[in-house]
């Protein structure tokens, strides 16, 4: 029986050979052939990514670069771009936010999402974590793969069963079956080591963790074999945490056919405005309003943000503001538009305590 703390609705994004389907995206002359980004090979560079036609030839992360070369004489080597990484990177989380308040970043390219509490696509994670990687395709121009399970560690594993550019699901009724047969390699913590040891015992998949002597297990493993009976059973007690206090709070989309005028726009205005007003209502009590914004992506795909300061006791959701802001940022291109987004920007801490101290008395000005 899984405990109701295991109940829950996780998505695992992880994106496909992130840095280079970004340099890739960025130049087309590098998409046909086997990719590299990563260190010299001449020196004692090291590859950080390579693309999937590389990986036919066997190149990994982490190997040398020279040994890549060996493996595959045509490969294609580019140096990281980390600016480049790191903003796609944040727009990958910014779209992960519009679902969800509770992500946990695992590293630029990869999150846990926590979605038990969110309401869009009918509350279903499969149907959340297949807007994401829509989302992520339209609007960043690069595929990534979810895993969606009631906990941490086979949300993971699922969101590799299918990769690149897929997706899997183990729902709740089937964690038992799915972990019966996983192989022991797929967990976390079981390395090239530890899985020695598992198959000189006979341990292949977790039906054998849950068939054998338990005290063969402690003796072998110590500690970590408690983790690999909770695996084994498909508990996974670890929460998504977020790691970084909220900066912002917003909602977007992006139309299928372009926005071609301000009446256009503004027709789909009170929609943003209900999905803000349902995220404002589940904002954890800490944060304060401090701005308010519209955001358009025209058909250009430049983009634009207009912003105003919230006074205290004025009301963020106030729709004139929002229209406000809209009819602004239209009039810098006037143009189609193909993504509206509304939005609040965020501080911890109550109105009051954020005033900025005044840096010099005011008296006897
Ligand atoms: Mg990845």
Redesign the pocket.
């Known amino acids: 029986m899984l405990g109701e703390i295991s109940m829950r609705k996780i998505i695992h994004v992880?994106?496909?050979c992130?840095y280079a389907a970004l340099e890739m995206r960025e130049n087309p002359a590098l998409r046909d052939v086997p990719l590299a980004v990563g260190g010299n090979p001449d020196g004692r560079g090291v590859v950080a990514t390579c693309n999937y036609l590389a990986r036919q030839y066997g190149v990994r992360s982490a190997m040398a670069s020279a040994n890549a070369r060996r493996l595959c004489p045509n490969l294609v080597f580019v140096k990281p771009n980390f600016n480049l990484y790191k903003r796609a990177s944040e727009e990958m989380r910014e779209i992960f936010a519009q679902f969800s308040d509770l992500i946990e970043p695992a590293s630029l390219?990869?999150a846990y999402l926590d979605v038990s509490e969110s309401e869009q696509c009918r509350g279903s994670a499969t149907l959340i974590a297949s807007q994401i990687r829509q989302l992520v395709y339209q609007e960043i121009g690069i595929t990534v793969s979810a895993g969606i399970a009631p906990v941490k560690f086979l949300a993971k594993i699922a969101s590799d069963w299918n990769k690149p550019n897929g997706m899997f699901t183990v729902s709740p009724a089937e964690v038992a079956t799915f972990c019966l047969n996983l192989p022991l390699t797929k967990l976390p913590g079981v390395g090239k080591a530890t899985s020695t040891k598992l198959a000189r015992l006979g341990l292949f998949n977790c039906r054998d963790i849950l068939q054998c002597d338990k005290d063969l297990l402690v003796s072998t493993f110590g500690k970590y074999s408690y983790s690999l009976i909770q695996m084994s059973e498909g508990k996974d007690s670890r929460l998504v945490k977020p790691n970084h206090a909220r900066k912002s709070i917003s909602i977007e989309r992006t139309y299928s056919a372009d926005l071609d005028n301000q009446a256009a726009l503004a027709e789909c205005l009170p929609e943003l405005m209900d999905g803000l007003r349902q995220r404002y209502r589940n904002l954890p009590k800490q944060y304060t309003v401090l701005k308010k914004y519209v955001k358009l992506k025209f058909d250009n795909f430049q983009h634009t943000t207009m912003e105003m300061t919230l006074s205290q006791n004025a009301d963020p959701l106030c729709f004139d503001d929002f229209q406000r802001l809209m009819t602004v940022g239209w009039c810098r291109q006037k143009r189609a538009v193909r993504l509206m987004g509304l939005g609040f920007r965020l501080a911890e801490g109550s109105h009051s305590s954020l005033q900025l101290p005044l840096p010099f008395p005011c008296s006897g000005l």
């Open positions: 992880d994106a496909d992130f390219d990869e």
